[in-house]
């Protein structure tokens, strides 16, 4: 059975930090492209960054690039992503999220994911 459990939100001032974790079953990691989203309240969900299966090369959205990276722990398989100089925009419920087959697009929609983890919540303040 695939799950995804995340951890590590909490709350922080602009300008801290936070890494959070994700942590799978049923499934190897690096086979699969891994997303992280976010979503704040009455915004659609977004995504964050991404690591594509096989070589683990990254991706991120704008408004993340230099401050957020994601990594891949294959023994543990375990996905994280570590936030720096973050923002009170920054706050959301971030998910993880696994694609269901090797490859992804280079910016894979929500709608590509197949597998979810139950969030994390984030908040930063001014």
């Known amino acids: 059975q695939v799950q995804l459990v995340e951890s590590g939100g909490g709350s922080v001032h602009a300008g801290g930090s936070l890494i959070l974790s994700c942590a799978a079953s049923g499934f190897t990691y690096s086979r699969r492209c891994i997303g992280w989203f976010r979503q704040a309240p009455g915004k659609e969900r977004e995504g964050v960054a991404i690591?594509?299966?096989?070589?683990?090369?990254?991706n991120y959205a704008d408004s993340v690039k230099g401050r957020f990276t994601i990594s891949r722990d294959n023994p543990k398989n375990t996905v994280y992503l570590q936030m720096n100089s973050l923002k009170p925009e920054d706050t959301a419920m971030y998910y993880c999220a696994a694609t269901g087959q090797f490859g992804c697009s280079l910016w894979p929609a929500p709608r590509d994911f197949v597998y979810w983890g139950q969030g994390t919540q984030v908040t930063v303040s001014s």
């Open positions: 690591i594509y299966s096989g070589s683990g090369s990254t």
